[in-house]
């Protein structure tokens, strides 16, 4: 029989498959992601199960979650090697209806089983009194255990003499599904997918789709890698969970920089003309604009800092200008009468300009 809860860090401390269960997270959040965009949710990684995308109400109650059991494999799975596999999702089920998170009263629930193999459920057809298969695989790529018919449902329930459910465990039967993903055995052909993904989703709002999969690789890391507090998992767990605002502003980072490398690019002859850069300064100016959009976001960055705290005091000077340059020039030129800077003629300029348009767009 199929006992005892699930272990909420052993996924942590084994370490293994973290690279599979991240790029299948991050595939399934861009396959998503146009109807991500406009719903409060949250994003959990070895938590209850290896991913748990959560979604919030308008009061703040949960109304779905959506789990994912992430395996790779070099074989096809078969109906015993997936016993295993759907133990464990049911006993995860199981333990997040248990959840004091509150709950809304058209909560539903869906776990799957996600892999980048075929998996083919075999069982006795007793009308033919003959084994048959039920593919999962790039032809079809999800199946709901209700859709199942009827005598592979009641072969899955049995399970086999190392592998039995207990009643609970059944009930979460119909919550099943079985999903095949089209990634790849190794992490650089994964990446590689995952840069492809981005470009599609995000197109020209994201001047370098491989930086973006990147950063949120990075955040993603941080909430995989941090253990489950008392050993005990939480959805109310701040420290398990990436927020869709957090998601939002980091994606907001992403496509606000290549607004503003644009931005430079329209404007930088004119720039360069009213703070009399001459044209060979004009390619250093180009790319210290591009390193003061990222030296901003870097709180280590003092001189930085220091210029996107004066621009944001001095956003009533905005209200003044109806050009652009214009107003870049007499922020450069107040800066000048009240503050020293360690950066250089060209530098400051850049990131005055660079900041000027960070803080215009945040208004």
């Given at each position: 029989?199929?006992?005892?809860?699930?272990?909420?860090?052993?996924?942590?401390?084994?370490?293994?498959?973290?690279?599979?269960?991240?790029?299948?997270?991050?595939?399934?959040?861009?396959?998503?992601?146009?109807?991500?965009?406009?719903?409060?949710?949250?994003?959990?990684?070895?938590?209850?199960?290896?991913i748990?995308?959560g979604?919030?109400?308008?009061?703040?109650?949960?109304?779905?979650?959506?789990?994912?059991?992430?395996?790779?494999?070099?074989?096809?799975?078969?109906?015993?090697?997936?016993?295993?596999?759907?133990?464990?999702?049911?006993?995860?089920?199981?333990?997040?209806?248990?959840?004091?998170?509150?709950?809304?009263?058209?909560y539903?629930q869906?776990?799957?089983?996600?892999?980048?193999?075929?998996?083919?459920?075999?069982?006795?057809?007793?009308?033919?009194?003959?084994?048959?298969k039920?593919?999962?695989?790039?032809?079809?790529?999800?199946?709901?255990y209700?859709?199942?018919?009827?005598?592979?449902?009641?072969?899955?329930?049995?399970?086999?003499?190392?592998?039995?459910?207990d009643?609970?465990?059944?009930?979460?039967?119909?919550?099943?599904?079985?999903?095949?993903?089209?990634?790849?055995?190794?992490?650089?052909?994964?990446?590689?997918?995952?840069?492809?993904?981005?470009?599609?989703?995000?197109?020209?709002?994201?001047?370098?789709?491989?930086?973006?999969?990147?950063?949120?690789?990075?955040?993603?890391?941080k909430?995989?890698?941090?253990?489950?507090?008392?050993?005990i998992?939480?959805?109310s767990?701040?420290?398990?969970?990436?927020?869709?605002?957090?998601?939002?502003?980091?994606?907001n980072?992403?496509?606000?920089k290549?607004?503003?490398?644009?931005?430079?690019?329209?404007?930088?002859?004119?720039?360069?003309?009213?703070?009399?850069?001459?044209?060979?300064d004009?390619?250093?100016?180009?790319l210290?604009?591009?390193?003061?959009?990222?030296?901003?976001?870097?709180?280590k960055?003092?001189?930085?800092?220091?210029?996107?705290?004066?621009?944001?005091?001095?956003?009533?000077?905005?209200?003044?200008?109806?050009?652009?340059?214009?107003?870049?020039?007499?922020?450069?030129?107040?800066?000048?009468?009240?503050h020293n800077?360690?950066?250089?003629?060209?530098?400051?300029?850049?990131?005055?300009?660079?900041?000027?348009?960070?803080?215009?767009?945040?208004?």
């Amino acid at each position: 029989m199929a006992k005892g809860k699930i272990d909420s860090n052993s996924g942590v401390q084994a370490n293994v498959g973290f690279d599979f269960q991240r790029n299948t997270c991050i595939y399934v959040f861009l396959e998503k992601y146009n109807s991500l965009k406009n719903q409060d949710y949250f994003i959990m990684l070895e938590h209850y199960d290896d991913i748990v995308f959560g979604f919030l109400n308008s009061t703040g109650k949960l109304s779905e979650i959506t789990t994912y059991q992430a395996k790779k494999s070099g074989t096809i799975w078969t109906t015993n090697s997936v016993y295993e596999i759907i133990d464990k999702i049911t006993k995860s089920g199981i333990e997040i209806i248990k959840d004091s998170f509150p709950k809304s009263k058209d909560y539903t629930q869906s776990q799957h089983f996600i892999t980048n193999n075929t998996i083919s459920l075999d069982y006795k057809c007793l009308s033919e009194n003959k084994t048959k298969k039920f593919l999962i695989n790039e032809t079809r790529e999800t199946v709901s255990y209700l859709n199942l018919v009827k005598d592979c449902q009641d072969s899955l329930k049995k399970g086999n003499p190392k592998i039995t459910f207990d009643k609970n465990q059944v009930l979460h039967f119909d919550n099943l599904n079985f999903t095949f993903i089209d990634l790849g055995r190794n992490t650089k052909s994964q990446l590689e997918l995952l840069t492809g993904k981005f470009k599609t989703v995000f197109g020209n709002k994201i001047i370098d789709h491989t930086a973006a999969r990147d950063t949120l690789i990075f955040h993603l890391k941080k909430i995989e890698s941090t253990y489950n507090q008392g050993d005990i998992p939480k959805l109310s767990d701040k420290h398990k969970k990436i927020d869709s605002s957090e998601i939002e502003n980091i994606l907001n980072i992403l496509t606000t920089k290549n607004l503003a490398l644009e931005f430079c690019r329209k404007r930088a002859d004119k720039i360069c003309d009213e703070l009399s850069i001459n044209v060979f300064d004009a390619m250093s100016f180009e790319l210290d604009f591009e390193n003061s959009l990222d030296e901003f976001k870097d709180l280590k960055q003092g001189e930085h800092q220091k210029i996107i705290r004066f621009i944001e005091s001095n956003k009533s000077i905005f209200t003044r200008f109806t050009s652009d340059v214009l107003c870049i020039k007499e922020l450069y030129n107040v800066f000048l009468k009240d503050h020293n800077s360690t950066l250089n003629q060209i530098q400051l300029k850049a990131s005055i300009s660079a900041g000027y348009f960070l803080i215009l767009m945040q208004k």
